[in-house]
């Protein structure tokens, strides 16, 4: 290994996002200038507004802009960058691109090209571990790919069993086989997935761990032949294979088993010549057996928990380690202080299948005085601030919300309460789907593997409850904000139900889906709650008739977001906001409830028919049209597909009818709220 130092005092950011931002936090304290690239969908973006300096790389397609290896070069040559931190994504683990920065003679802030290419193919991976001692899942990870042999070797290791891409990642090429009887058919699907996404057929096969947990431990290594654990963090709260929740240290975690786990992970950074941040992904079973799964040879997304319970800052480390400096602290001098949470913030929809959202953002704020938080233990990661646009082009998470306390039960309240301080509009995100999972029993009660959120989701994707507090605190905003709308002092212009000689009264419709408030009025609206407000004076507390139930309520605007609910002289602290369109409470521990309001005393209340047009849910493009213009179609029948941020999304007809037209066409590009064809209802 060597131990030259490189110092440098600019460092270029070939990311985007929250870990631009992050980086550039702690590159700015150590007096480093900063450098950003961008896109030409990030030519505003917070990470350019942030930087020193920024270099545009090209189009909006990351191929064409952060993906290209010369471009990212020579925007540091331009700058003088003599360094290049890759964040995570994107370039961090390629290769190809950390020899071409050798050459270069710019610094990359990461492992060298040689380890990232130990760790990348799965199987060889699982061959150097296995020399290294560290545990592996039962399994096949051979060159012989001859279907008779993969099927005795799973016949071998027994039933499940997991067929994984060699050369994958992203759960792509991945299947769970129960029996024998399945495995040919799993095999050949696999491998048509391999070679669509990595052009690789090449398959590995382990026992599948039917109720394991995903718990991986925190690698730095320096030039010197230092190496050290910063502990674990549980991953374990997936969906899609991919991370929602995370913390650190893991729950019910000996000390011997922390240990073994550390230095196993520690023996596999070092086996392949490891430098910088690293993190070895272990699955932990019931009985306390750990298994190497994989190495990450990057910083994680999940990085800031370590971060938290340790009090080290870990981007600080990596630029150390890159300029040649030794590791700040040795294994003894490292200890675990508390507990700590992070929630990844998506713009999502978790109600239509976690359909990506994009548009701009009205709001982003963290309201930690209104939610009484300490600063010291909330710590908001972003990349995105009031005003910005959620582009359809890249990956949709919006920031990381990262909480600490002295225990996990501490740590967990205050999560929850961090999370109905984080106020979000003008775009949907996951924030509620969040807090239905930290508010969970069982994730509370710490009944923890790889397949929480499938095995309840019944219960996180159930109807919410809505309380009549959050009834009383939609209504009363939206009586004030109707008070507001006066414009004059004249009683023929008011709008809070002024009547002469005779109480103020306001009915208005509540409803969790602000469609439903369009045939409010019908006795089977679904879901909609008629509320009636009635006072004498302005100074008079309403009277509140929800459903058969009628409560004297008050409403006092405190700190922030914070309000005060007096029902019948029982007063309760929450966070209320007017939204668009509506009103959001959250009241811990119920989470986020989103009522939509409309007046319904003021208002034609005739049936509204079936919508003549469909408009766009997000930004994103046209992949297929699924039927002819002319054509007649069943309510719910698919009509056209988009695409945006890697996902689909199938547009169903309304109603009964046929498509008048389309105004677009495959492959067109569409924004949100863009009129994609003209729907005429079957009469």
């Known amino acids: 290994m060597t131990s030259e130092v490189k110092k440098f005092d600019t460092l270029l950011v070939a990311n985007r996002g929250e870990i631009a931002c992050r980086v550039m936090r702690t590159a700015r304290a150590m007096g480093l200038r900063t450098v950003a690239v961008y896109s030409d969908a990030d030519a505003n973006a917070r990470h350019v507004r942030e930087a020193d300096e920024a270099v545009r790389l090209g189009p909006a397609a990351a191929r064409e802009s952060y993906l290209k290896v010369e471009a990212v070069i020579e925007a540091a040559r331009r700058t003088g960058a003599g360094a290049i931190h890759p964040g995570y994504g994107f370039l961090s683990e390629n290769g190809p691109f950390v020899e071409a920065l050798e050459k270069a003679g710019i610094t990359f802030v990461g492992p060298p090209a040689s380890a990232i290419a130990a760790m990348g193919d799965k199987s060889a991976a699982k061959e150097r571990m296995s020399h290294a001692g560290v545990p592996l899942v039962p399994g096949y990870h051979g060159d012989d790919q001859d279907d008779a042999l993969l099927k ?26 129960e029996s024998a009887a399945g495995f040919q058919a799993a095999l050949d699907g696999c491998r048509r997935e391999s070679q669509a996404a990595f052009g690789d057929q090449r398959m590995l096969i382990e026992k599948y761990l039917t109720q394991p947990r995903h718990v991986e431990v925190q690698v730095f290594c320096d030039s010197h032949g230092n190496g050290v654990y910063l502990f674990e963090r549980d991953c374990s709260v997936q969906r899609r294979h991919q991370k929602v929740l995370e913390e650190a240290p893991a729950p019910g975690m000996s000390a011997e088993l922390r240990r073994e786990m550390g230095e196993a992970a520690v023996r596999a950074a070092r086996e392949i010549g490891y430098v910088g941040a690293g993190t070895v992904e272990f699955l932990l079973d019931a009985d306390g057996s750990f298994f190497f799964m994989e190495m990450n040879t990057r910083l994680q997304v999940e990085h800031p928990v370590t ?7 870990l981007v600080e480390w990596q630029l150390r380690v890159a300029m040649g400096e030794r590791l700040p602290l040795a294994q003894d001098e490292l200890t675990i202080t508390g507990h700590s949470f992070e929630a990844r913030l998506y713009a999502e929809d978790p109600e239509q299948d976690f359909l990506p959202a994009t548009g701009r953002l009205d709001r982003f704020a963290l309201d930690l005085v209104g939610a009484g938080l300490d600063p010291k233990k909330v710590r908001l990661d972003s990349g995105v601030e009031t005003g910005d646009v959620v582009s359809m082009h890249y990956d949709p998470m919006l920031a990381k919300l990262i909480v600490h306390g002295d225990d996990r039960d501490q740590a967990l309240a205050t999560l929850n309460r961090a999370l109905a301080a984080l106020d979000v509009q003008g775009v949907v995100t996951n924030r509620a789907f969040l807090q239905r999972l930290a508010t ?11 397949r929480f959120i499938e095995k309840n989701e019944a219960t996180l994707f159930a109807t919410q409850e809505i309380t009549t507090e959050a009834y009383a605190a939609a209504a009363l905003i939206g009586l004030k904000q109707l008070a507001r709308e006066c414009e004059s002092d004249s009683p023929w212009d008011r709008h809070d139900g002024f009547r002469l000689n005779a109480p103020h009264t306001i009915r208005l419709a509540l409803c969790a ?14 879901g909609v709650v008629i509320v009636e407000g009635t006072r004498e004076t302005d100074a008079d507390p309403w ?18 977001d914070a309000v005060a609910v007096t029902l019948d002289g029982h007063r309760r602290r929450l966070q209320a906001r007017l939204g668009e369109n509506g009103v ?16 319904i005393d003021a208002i034609d209340h005739g049936q509204h028919e079936a919508e003549s047009t469909l408009t766009a849910p997000m930004h994103g493009t046209v992949v297929a049209l699924l039927v002819e213009p002319g054509q007649k179609v069943e309510k719910g029948m698919p009509l056209m597909v988009m695409e945006a941020m890697k996902m689909e999304h199938t547009m169903s ?7 008048a ?8 590009t569409v924004g949100q709220g863009d009129v994609l064809l003209e729907f005429a209802p079957e009469e």
């Open 152 to 177: 005795a070797e799973a016949d071998k290791i027994g039933y499940p069993v997991l067929l994984k891409a060699s050369a994958g990642g992203g759960g792509k090429g991945m299947r769970v086989v």
């Open 307 to 313: 971060e938290m319970i340790t009090g080290q800052d």
């Open 440 to 450: 969970h029993p069982a994730f509370k009660g710490c009944e923890l593997d790889t």
């Open 513 to 526: 889906t602000g469609q439903n408030l369009t045939n409010a009025q019908a006795p089977d609206a679904e």
């Open 543 to 560: 009277h509140l008739t929800i459903g058969d139930t009628t409560l004297t309520a008050r409403l006092q605007h405190l700190e922030g």
């Open 584 to 599: 959001v409470v959250m009241a811990d521990p119920s989470g986020e409830t989103r009522l939509f309001w409309r007046r």
């Open 653 to 659: 007809a309304p109603a009964d009818g046929h498509v």
């Open 661 to 668: 037209s389309f105004h677009f066409a495959a492959g067109d």
